[in-house]
């Protein structure tokens, strides 16, 4: 006996795009993680918006959870399929719809990977300001539905301030249009802003109208040594200043990540020695060639004066540019050489940053005395990223490891989520972010949009009211 929503998927959207029991492909069980793995009841493939209104009104009618897959890059459990649920890939709806050089815009499918969409934009002589590391593999659908914030959120914002029309699908098979191209629109409850960053679990993302801006003609570079954290302050505004608004990137290292991807490229020529407190790589972009290099260079020089910075180097060439960005972009590989370790993307005001830091280190520390701790950032954003090992990777090690670092974030009134989202990981910590009214607030929100819990159920909030939080021992 077929089942009959499986049967209605198939009649909907076509056979092909349908695929169930052993057919359904490994990677749709699983997650970027690896370690859980689900049994869907199937896969659906949809080609358009009307396919997903479509499959919502199927899931809808027979009560069947729906999870959206975009690159799954995700690293918070947000796209791992719930058991027996649908998993709806959007991996078939790549399409650019329009590229409107008057009006600035780029009207894309939701599971076109975000650098095809950089790409397309460049040719036509845009700039997509969204930029991060896993821009090969993650969709427009999924960098919206997390907002995510990635390397030049100093400068234009988080996804949130780039989507100017977004097109979603509700619980029920509504298609909400709201594809529009203007940066203005007080026309009543500007509803995309609460899709953006919900991971799936208000509505399903299908289409957006993303903000261009005219692509830079210059780019430039520097490595810079800074003899403490308090500097940063200084150093992020003069520069700033002096460069009119320019600077698109600040990203800190402190120095263990630095040395942790000097030793694990030894071929590589080092831009700075090893011995100084923290690592700034910063970016600016322009449009005058005859001009900004020299204006950057007289910055920096500026600051160097001043003994905010106390080494620097510029690149002066895209493969000099290149070289200094790997040292930041490809600390993948090092860190997984290091074992397991657990990894965060906390949020905290930029003057909260130098506690923040101190406060996790010693709570890991009362642990974990030899606890391996990485920081770095997008410290501009007052987004940090911690990536600690502790020698063992169990739910209890996990636990005390998380502990240590939301209770840090929650004495600052952070963000336990700066960029990465909630998803299943986080969501029962959300009160360390959170106070009891927002987190209420959010239930209201979920029951009105979703009232069968069926769009990406049990993550970010727990709907169970009477739940304030875990037990901590
Ligand atoms: C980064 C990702 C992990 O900043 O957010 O490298
Ligand atoms: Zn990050």
Excluded at 124 to 144: C, E, Q
Excluded at 397 to 411: H, I, N, T
Aim: net charge negative; charged share 25%; proline share 5%.
């Amino acid at each position: 006996m077929t089942n009959p929503a499986i049967s209605a998927l198939a009649e909907a959207i076509g056979d092909r795009h349908v695929q169930t029991g052993d057919d359904i492909e490994p990677r749709f069980r699983t997650d970027l993680r690896g370690t859980l793995h689900a049994a869907p009841l199937c896969v659906v493939r949809p080609g358009s918006t009307e396919d997903v209104s479509a499959v919502m009104r199927i899931a809808t009618a027979h009560h069947i959870p729906v999870t959206t897959q975009g690159g799954r890059t995700n690293t918070v459990r947000g796209a791992m399929s719930a058991e027996t649920g649908i998993v709806l890939s959007l991996d078939r709806m790549t399409r650019i719809d329009d590229l409107d050089i008057k009006s600035m815009t780029l009207t894309v499918q939701a599971g076109a990977p975000l650098q095809m969409v950089q790409e397309a934009a460049a040719e036509a002589g845009f700039l997509v300001p969204l930029d991060l590391g896993s821009r090969g593999s993650a969709t427009i659908g999924g960098v919206i539905s997390t907002n995510a914030g990635g390397l030049r959120a100093v400068r234009w914002g988080v996804a949130r301030e780039m989507v100017l029309g977004l097109e979603a699908v509700l619980a029920d098979g509504t298609v909400a249009d709201g594809l529009k191209k203007m940066l203005k629109d007080n026309a009543g409850y500007d509803w995309k802003h609460l899709m953006i960053g919900s991971e799936g679990t208000l509505g399903v993302v299908t289409r957006a109208t993303l903000r261009l801006r005219p692509m830079p003609a210059t780019t430039m570079t520097a490595f810079c040594a800074l003899q403490s954290f308090d500097d940063v302050y200084d150093l992020l505004r003069d520069l700033d200043r002096d460069m009119g608004g320019q600077i698109t990137s600040f990203e800190l290292m402190w120095p263990e990540l630095y040395h942790l991807v000097l030793d694990h490229y030894p071929e590589r020529t080092a831009p700075l020695p090893r011995t100084f407190p923290l690592y700034v790589l910063v970016e600016a972009m322009g449009g005058d060639p005859a001009g900004d290099p020299a204006r950057f260079e007289a910055a920096l020089g500026t600051a160097i004066e001043s003994k905010l910075v106390i080494d620097a180097v510029i690149a002066q060439s895209e493969r000099e540019r290149a070289d200094l960005w790997a040292f930041r972009e490809d600390i993948g590989l090092p860190m997984r050489a290091k074992g397991p370790m657990y990894a965060f993307d906390v949020g905290v005001g930029l003057s909260d940053i130098p506690e923040t830091v101190r406060r996790t280190v010693a709570a890991v520390r009362t642990d974990y005395p030899d606890a391996f701790i990485l920081t770095y950032g997008h410290a501009g954003d007052g987004n940090l990223h911690f990536v600690i090992g502790v020698g063992e990777y169990n739910d209890a090690a996990e636990r005390r490891v998380d502990l240590a670092v939301f209770g840090a974030v929650k004495a600052a009134r952070g963000s336990i989520s700066a960029e990465h989202g909630i998803g299943l990981a986080k969501r029962d910590d959300l009160h360390f972010s959170r106070r009891p009214g927002e987190i209420a607030l959010m239930r209201t929100l979920k029951r009105a949009l979703d009232p069968d819990n069926i769009l990406n159920p049990g993550k970010v909030i727990n709907m169970d009211e009477t739940f304030t939080g875990p037990v901590v021992a």
